[in-house]
C-alpha cells in the first residue's frame, strides 16, 4: 500500500553542504525541525556505500515516520524497501520506472516545462518536483522555471507539486495561494548551523506567511 506523503518540507541532503558531522545527524535535525519528507542523494559514493548509508537514514525516518525517497537509484530504493524514488529527466523513464517499482511505492520525476510535467504525471509520477524556481548553487545544469510557467504546471496537473531551487526564507512565502504543496530545499536547511531550526523556520513561513 502506498504511503500518505505530506510534501510540506522535503529535505534532500547533501554531503557537501551539510553543517554536522554526520549525514545521521543532519537528517535527524532536520526532522526535528519539522521535515516532512526526505531524499537521500548520494552521487559520489558506490552502490554499496549508498544502500549503506540508505538503511541507517531510513532507520531514522523511519523512528520518525517520516517516509525516505530515494534519487535516482530504483535499485537502492527497492533493496532498502524506501518509500520511492525521485528521478530526472535525463534518468530512466518514469514509465519505466514505474513498471520497476510497481504500484505501491512513490515516484517523483524533476521537471521544468509543461509537457514535461504532462508527460511525468501520464507515466506513472506521484508528485513533481518542479524547479529551479530561483539561482542555486547546490545542482549545475539547472533550468530556471518563471512563476508564469509554475502556474501552467499546477493547473495541467493533478498530483502534488513541489518547488525546488534556491528556496529559503526570503522566498518561500511566495509559493502561498498558488497550490504548491511543498518546498524542496537543500542549502538553506541542511548547511545551516542550526539544522532544526532552519528546518522550522522554513516551514513556519511557507504555512503561515511570515
Same mark, same amino acid.
Not at 61 to 72: E, F, G, K, Q
Given at each position: 500500500?502506498? %504511503?500518505?506523503?505530506?510534501?510540506?518540507?522535503? $529535505?534532500?541532503?547533501? #554531503?557537501?553542504?551539510?553543517?554536522? +558531522?554526520?549525514?545521521?545527524?543532519?537528517?535527524?535535525?532536520?526532522?526535528?525541525?519539522?521535515?516532512?519528507?526526505? /531524499?537521500?542523494?548520494?552521487?559520489?559514493?558506490?552502490?554499496?556505500?549508498?544502500?549503506?548509508?540508505?538503511?541507517?537514514?531510513?532507520?531514522?525516518?523511519?523512528?520518525?515516520?517520516? %517516509?525516505?525517497?530515494?534519487?535516482?537509484?530504483?535499485?537502492?530504493?527497492?533493496?532498502?524497501?524506501?518509500?520511492?524514488?525521485?528521478?530526472? /529527466?535525463?534518468?530512466? %523513464? =518514469?514509465?519505466?520506472?514505474?513498471?520497476?517499482?510497481?504500484?505501491?511505492?512513490?515516484?517523483?520525476?524533476?521537471? =521544468?516545462?509543461?509537457?514535461?510535467?504532462?508527460? =511525468?504525471?501520464? *507515466?506513472?509520477?506521484?508528485?513533481?518536483?518542479?524547479?529551479?524556481?530561483?539561482?542555486?548553487?547546490?545542482?549545475?545544469?539547472? #533550468?530556471?522555471?518563471?512563476?508564469?510557467?509554475?502556474?501552467?504546471? #499546477?493547473?495541467?496537473?493533478?498530483?502534488?507539486?513541489?518547488?525546488? +531551487?534556491?528556496?529559503? %526564507?526570503?522566498?518561500?512565502?511566495? @509559493?502561498?495561494?498558488?497550490?504548491? *504543496?511543498?518546498?524542496?530545499?537543500?542549502?538553506?536547511?541542511?548547511? /545551516?548551523?542550526?539544522?532544526?531550526? =532552519?528546518?522550522?523556520?522554513?516551514?513556519?513561513? @511557507? $504555512?503561515?506567511? @511570515?
Amino acid at each position: 500500500m502506498k %504511503p500518505k506523503v505530506d510534501y510540506t518540507l522535503y $529535505l534532500c541532503t547533501d #554531503r557537501g553542504l551539510m553543517s554536522t +558531522g554526520t549525514l545521521e545527524e543532519a537528517v535527524e535535525a532536520a526532522l526535528k525541525g519539522g521535515t516532512t519528507l526526505v /531524499q537521500l542523494r548520494e552521487k559520489d559514493c558506490s552502490s554499496r556505500e549508498f544502500y549503506e548509508t540508505a538503511l541507517r537514514v531510513k532507520a531514522i525516518t523511519d523512528s520518525y515516520r517520516v %517516509p525516505l525517497i530515494i534519487n535516482d537509484r530504483v535499485d537502492v530504493a527497492l533493496a532498502v524497501d524506501a518509500a520511492g524514488v525521485h528521478i530526472g /529527466q535525463s534518468d530512466l %523513464p =518514469a514509465s519505466a520506472v514505474r513498471r520497476i517499482l510497481g504500484p505501491d511505492k512513490i515516484l517523483g520525476v524533476s521537471t =521544468a516545462r509543461l509537457e514535461e510535467a504532462v508527460r =511525468a504525471e501520464k *507515466d506513472g509520477a506521484d508528485y513533481l518536483g518542479v524547479g529551479a524556481m530561483y539561482a542555486t548553487g547546490t545542482k549545475a545544469n539547472t #533550468r530556471s522555471v518563471t512563476m508564469e510557467e509554475l502556474g501552467r504546471i #499546477r493547473s495541467a496537473v493533478s498530483v502534488p507539486v513541489v518547488v525546488i +531551487g534556491g528556496i529559503g %526564507p526570503k522566498n518561500a512565502a511566495e @509559493f502561498r495561494g498558488r497550490g504548491i *504543496d511543498g518546498l524542496a530545499v537543500v542549502s538553506s536547511v541542511i548547511a /545551516q548551523p542550526d539544522i532544526e531550526a =532552519a528546518a522550522r523556520n522554513l516551514k513556519r513561513i @511557507f $504555512l503561515s506567511g @511570515f
